[in-house]
T-cell receptor
């Protein structure tokens, strides 16, 4: 069966510091991978998605970036965090060809920028 | 513009009572439709989905949803709510041809009172 992991679970970082969040999927090959941000009281905002290694699509211009160094690894990064980057970050995966029509979410990372 | 609306931010129901959560969408053509549930501090879990066919779809945990094309709605229902159903519920849509681009509603938080 497939599982998705995210770490860290929680993170407190000062403004201006770098960020690296990691997501890995087990039990499947060539998944579609997604990063979402959920701000308090708001729905989920799609940040990035990837259909393969090195293929990243950005949905929202911001100071975040994403990379996919391995087939089942998806990393969300920032060089300098802003206060507005605080939120709950969720990684998701779906089967090739399914797109976003059936997504499976990880447990999330709670990021607080101070 | 394409949008997904969940008009109820917060709903309180008594345990054992029936539940209906509303979702309306605005898209040029009928999109793929989903309901997800999120427990506090957790990722999202898919409850059910509608792609085509029978307009009444059954999901997990005793939930069902009805697609009404004339009203551009996809409301979630449960005949008898359990205390464990307390969570936040998100409606989501994926447009035809835009398989990677999912739009979530802002969510409805469900409180269940004994």
């Amino acid at each position: 069966s497939q599982t998705i992991h995210q770490w860290p679970a929680t993170l407190v970082q000062p403004v201006g510091s770098p960020l690296s969040l990691e997501c890995t999927v087990e039990g499947t090959s060539n998944p579609n991978l997604y990063w979402y941000r959920q701000a308090a009281g708001r729905g989920l905002q799609l940040l990035f998605y990837s259909v393969g290694i090195g293929q990243i699509s950005s949905e929202v211009p911001q100071n975040l970036s994403a990379s996919r160094p391995q087939d089942r690894q998806f990393i969300l990064s920032s060089k300098k965090l802003l206060l507005s980057d605080s939120g709950f970050y969720l990684c998701a995966w779906s089967l090739p060809g399914q797109g976003a029509r059936e997504q499976y979410f990880g447990p999330g990372t709670r990021l607080t920028v101070t | 513009a394409q949008s997904v609306t969940q008009p109820d931010i917060h709903i309180t129901v008594s345990e054992g009572a029936s539940l209906e959560l509303r979702c309306n969408y605005s898209y040029g053509a009928t999109p793929y439709l989903f309901w997800y549930v999120q427990s506090p501090g957790q990722g999202l879990q898919l409850l059910l989905k509608y792609f085509s066919g029978d307009t009444l779809v059954q999901g997990i945990k005793g939930f069902e949803a009805e697609f009404k094309r004339s009203q551009s709605s996809f409301n979630l229902r449960k005949p008898s709510v359990h205390w464990s159903d307390a969570a936040e519920y998100f409606c989501a849509v994926v447009p035809w041809g835009g398989y990677q681009k999912v739009t979530f509603g802002t969510g409805t938080k469900l409180q269940v009172i004994p």
